[in-house]
């Protein structure tokens, strides 16, 4: 299986905080799942913590490479820019990534690198990753956390886009 390309200043281990969320699921392909990762209008349709979505620079609302967007997440505004943007291909996987920050001071500055790969898998399977360094005392306070927001409510992303893509097909 393939994973996730890391900027050098973003690689897992290296940062404050770090979480990955997986899922395998059989009947669905990543050509059914792209359309509602890639085009902004859909996330809070099935994800509650995506809203207020914006795009600077005159693109969207579906993402493309170099894409300068802002959304709000986990209570931060959070300004980004695509800078991984590979559409779906016969026998290769799609990837999304983003470097997103929250303007501050050094004590509410953050720094993330979300990064997207969805692969179809032998068997009909299909396999999403999605992977989230950060950098910053926020991301540290986070990492404290318990239960992890981070970690939940990147599996609540994950469960809303599966679930989205199979009410799709109804």
Do not use: C
């Amino acid at each position: 299986m393939h994973t996730i390309h890391w900027p050098a200043d973003y690689l897992p281990g290296t940062t404050e905080n770090f979480v990955s969320n997986e899922v395998i699921v059989a009947d669905l392909s990543v050509a059914e799942v792209w359309p509602l990762l890639n085009d902004t209008r859909a996330w809070p349709t099935y994800y509650a913590n995506a809203s207020n979505i914006h795009f600077h620079d005159g693109s969207g609302p579906e993402l493309s490479s170099g894409a300068r967007f802002r959304f709000t997440t986990f209570g931060f505004p959070v300004e980004g820019q695509v800078n991984e943007h590979v559409a779906p291909v016969e026998g290769q996987p799609a990837r999304l990534a983003w470097h997103g920050w929250v303007e501050g001071d050094e004590t509410s500055r953050l720094d993330v690198h979300h990064a997207w790969l969805l692969e179809d898998l032998p068997g009909g399977r299909l396999r999403i990753l999605t992977q989230e360094t950060q950098k910053g005392r926020p991301a540290a306070e986070l990492a404290r956390t318990r239960p992890n927001p981070m970690l939940n409510g990147h599996q609540a992303w994950l469960d809303g886009l599966i679930d989205a893509a199979r009410a799709r097909r109804r």
